[in-house]
T-cell receptor, first 116, second 115 residues
Framework: ETGVTQTPRHLVMGMTNKKSLKCEQH?????MYWYKQSAKKPLELMFV???????ENNSVPSRFSPECPNSSHLFLHLHTLQPEDSALYLC???????????????FGPGTRLTVT | GENVEQHPSTLSVQEGDSAVIKCTYS??????FPWYKQELGKRPQLIID?????GEKKDQRIAVTLNKTAKHFSLHITETQPEDSAVYFC??????????????FGGGTRLMVKP
């Protein structure tokens, strides 16, 4: 596969469950991002990783736990979520976080999460 | 932090007409402004961007204008076609400070082009 892939594409989980979202990029990029897309806030940055190091945590609750084992893979571990966490979770990647130049972000197709 | 407001939230035009979407930003240090298009059920994709050293940029039927003094920028689509129907997002960031890719997005505009 090319570009940015995400699995699963759809996920339904109860509030006491633990699940993980996976993102993989095949573009040779060094920066990866998690976004939340909902009706209230259409594109909200959650986390940023550059060369496997977390560089941004946009005040995200601790029930969301990111992991970046290498520059090609990004996970979002979920536990004890709330119904208001139901949303589309988008992963993106870019060449790097843009020290002097902003690079285009390439998005994955997203995981549609429903918390019951 | 940065705050980006986008208007209108929905826009309906006839095929062939022009469409204009406007965004305002709050951080005067922002200097990079991309626009992303998200078709129904698909991922957002960059369509055009502008940096603060220019006032206008064109790419075929789309153009973006920037007014740094007023802190607003706009997307212009001419000769609209049904395939232009999508949600458009503006964004702002501060390029050159090791956080250029920390984009703050506007609320989105749903554009509908009627055939």
């Amino acid at each position: 596969e090319t570009g940015v892939t995400q699995t699963p594409r759809h996920l339904v989980m109860g509030m006491t469950n633990k699940k993980s979202l996976k993102c993989e990029q095949h573009l040779g990029h060094n920066a990866m991002y998690w976004y939340k897309q909902s009706a209230k806030k259409p594109l909200e940055l959650m986390f940023v990783y550059n060369f496997k190091e977390q560089t941004e945590n946009n005040s995200v609750p601790s029930r969301f736990s990111p992991e970046c084992p290498n520059s090609s893979h990004l996970f979002l571990h979920l536990h004890t979520l709330q119904p208001e966490d139901s949303a589309l979770y988008l992963c993106a990647s870019s060449q790097d976080v843009g020290v002097a130049f902003v690079y285009e972000q390439y998005f994955g197709p997203g995981t549609r999460l429903t918390v019951t | 932090g940065e705050n980006v407001e986008q208007h209108p939230s929905t826009l309906s035009v006839q095929e062939g007409d022009s469409a204009v979407i406007k965004c305002t930003y709050s951080d005067s240090a922002s200097n990079y402004f991309p626009w992303y298009k998200q078709e129904l059920g698909k991922r957002p994709q960059l369509i055009i961007d502008i940096r603060s050293n220019v006032g206008e940029k064109k790419d075929q039927r789309i153009a973006v204008t920037l007014n740094k003094t007023a802190k607003h920028f706009s997307l212009h689509i001419t000769e609209t076609q049904p395939e232009d129907s999508a949600v458009y997002f503006c964004a702002a960031s501060r390029e050159g400070n090791n956080a250029g890719n920390m984009l703050t997005f506007g609320g989105g505009t749903r554009l509908m082009v009627k055939p």
